[in-house]
């Protein structure tokens, strides 16, 4: 008898094992003004309850022990308390605020973090916002979701904001200080990361879009043996170890060329689905105002698939999601690499106007244009407090209601005047103006023949620039910023460059990279 009651009281405490990700933790910022959702898994057929303040939702666990609860839209505020309870297992999470929730995603520029930013050291000091809260996705690429991570929700603090994304963090910063509400930050960027690991692969493929990118890496799944590789390299460091080795005994330098372990492929950043599956997964469905992502270095030499790729990433992510076309802003490509003294083409410009294009094919998206704010010399560029304020421009004016300018002007339209072109600009509430000196620099223009040259320009009025060149009698089109530095100066009165930009639609460096 004693053994039969000892039997179902063993029993009794395994149906009541109950897990949450590590979304739900203390600390944690909720979405205001949205439903509430909370999910985890318990045992098979478990009765779970979910209670938020004077809320309490019964659920039930499926077949595979899963289970979601949704709880009605809170107002900004806190702090709160979610018991979560399956029989006799109980999960308290404690300190929970409620107020507007951002995921920062992409890739090195968005991981980049306030230790390595302008200011860093005084930046930090100030880092006291008791209201913000942070949370950091680690690097995970794999084929198969994730539903969980290694991590948890912090306060930020002047201990703590050091290691989390610059952008992120003085992004979060300017929404907090202007809307006074709770602030929650999801940070699952990887540096270098291509933008096919971001999106479902199922999708990729029944686009017919990305076939020979697929191939590719069908080809390298399908003969990459890490093992292997790892045993060469063992071999090949064992080999470089014997004459280092030799030249110390002889007293000579240590030779170069020491070899470097293999990065695996199939776990890297690139392969198309890992970071949808390690890195986002996890966080899909957790209520988020919106994105703003950091990302396109990586996909440059590709920039006319981006056009197709860059879109159907973020209808990815929002049919997922499941709460409709949420915000998604970006970071247009700084200024890199060596500046040129002759208009030339530029994979780097193109990949700026496929991300420009995405404005025209998706609702509630923006973008920061910084081709002011890079170096030539570093991919890397530290200033990342005003690429924050410009993605802080697009959600306080779209998401938040400020009478604000949020856009940098964007070519609208030209007209040839005799040997000139008069381009007319969007300002989008703001007018054109120029940097440095009055004369405008960034402008070529070519006739039939598709030669560019440097051309002269003035601004014609809040909204028209004239461009023209004695070397081009007949001009049929212009570009603007065209390069990968650009030394480019036309502005709105903000401070916000133009967009870079070309009248023409001819064939660009990278039309034919699949």
Same mark, same amino acid.
């Given at each position: ?366 973008? $920061?244009? =910084?081709? @002011? ?7 890397? #560029?530290?200033? /990342? %407090?005003? +690429? &924050?304020? !410009? ?65 002269? $320009?003035? =601004?014609? @009025? ?7 060149? #004695?070397?081009? /009698? %007949?001009? +049929? &089109?212009? !570009? ?35």
């Amino acid at each position: 008898m004693f053994a039969v009651l000892f039997a179902c009281l063993f029993a009794g405490s395994l149906q009541a094992e109950l897990k949450l990700p590590n979304l739900f933790t203390d600390h944690m910022v909720l979405q205001r003004d949205m439903p509430i959702f909370i999910w985890g898994q318990a045992d098979k057929g478990a009765d779970v309850t979910v209670t938020l303040g004077d809320q309490k939702v019964n659920v039930t666990a499926n077949d595979d022990g899963r289970w979601k609860a949704e709880l009605k839209s809170l107002p900004a505020g806190g702090p709160h308390e979610v018991v979560v309870r399956s029989g006799d297992s109980e999960k308290v999470i404690s300190d929970v605020l409620v107020g507007e929730v951002w995921v920062c995603s992409g890739q090195s520029n968005m991981q980049w973090d306030v230790n390595s930013a302008n200011d860093a050291d005084i930046e930090k000091l100030t880092a006291n916002f008791p209201k913000m809260r942070l949370i950091t996705v680690p690097q995970v690429g794999t084929q198969e979701p994730q539903d969980n991570f290694n991590g948890k929700w912090e306060i930020c603090t002047p201990e703590t904001v050091g290691s989390f994304s610059a952008v992120g963090y003085f992004f979060g910063r300017q929404l907090e200080q202007t809307l006074d509400v709770p602030i929650g930050l999801i940070d699952n960027s990887w540096g270098g990361s291509s933008a096919e690991a971001w999106v479902n692969r199922d999708l990729l493929r029944e686009s017919g879009k990305f076939n020979e990118l697929l191939s590719r890496w069908e080809k390298t799944e399908a003969t990459y043996d890490h093992e292997k590789a790892m045993a060469q390299y063992r071999d090949n460091l064992a080999a470089w170890q014997k004459k280092a080795d030799e030249a110390k005994a002889a007293g000579k330098p240590t030779p170069g060329g020491r070899p470097n372990p293999p990065r695996n492929p199939l776990t890297n950043q690139h392969r198309p689905a890992n970071l949808y599956n390690g890195v986002l997964n996890p966080i899909i469905g957790y209520g988020i105002r919106g994105v703003i992502w950091y990302q396109g270095e990586s996909n440059a030499g590709r920039a006319y698939q981006y056009r197709d790729l860059f879109p159907l990433m973020i209808e990815n992510w929002r049919n997922d999601w499941g709460q409709g076309d949420f915000p998604f802003y970006w970071v247009q490509l700084a200024d890199f690499r060596p500046e040129k003294d002759q208009p030339a083409e530029s994979d780097w410009a193109e990949l700026r106007e496929a991300q420009t294009m995405t404005l025209d094919r998706l609702p509630k998206t923006g973008e $920061a244009v =910084i081709i @002011d704010l890079g170096e030539a010399e570093d991919i890397h #560029p530290k200033n /990342k %407090q005003d +690429v &924050a304020k !410009r993605l802080a421009r697009l959600a306080l004016a779209n998401d938040y209601g400020y009478k604000i300018v949020s856009q940098s002007p964007r070519y609208k339209s030209m007209k040839v005047d005799r040997d000139a072109i008069v381009l007319e600009f969007d300002t989008f509430g703001s007018q054109l103006d120029s940097f440095d000196t009055r004369a405008l620099q960034g402008f070529t223009i070519a006739g039939e023949d598709k030669k560019f040259v440097h051309a002269t $320009a003035s =601004i014609v @009025d809040a909204k028209h620039v004239r461009v023209a060149s #004695p070397e081009v /009698k %007949q001009p +049929v &089109a212009v !570009r603007y910023a065209w390069a990968d530095n650009p030394v480019a100066n036309l502005q709105n009165v903000q401070g916000m460059p133009v967009t870079p930009f070309r009248t023409d639609d001819w064939d660009g460096v990278t039309k034919n990279n699949k």
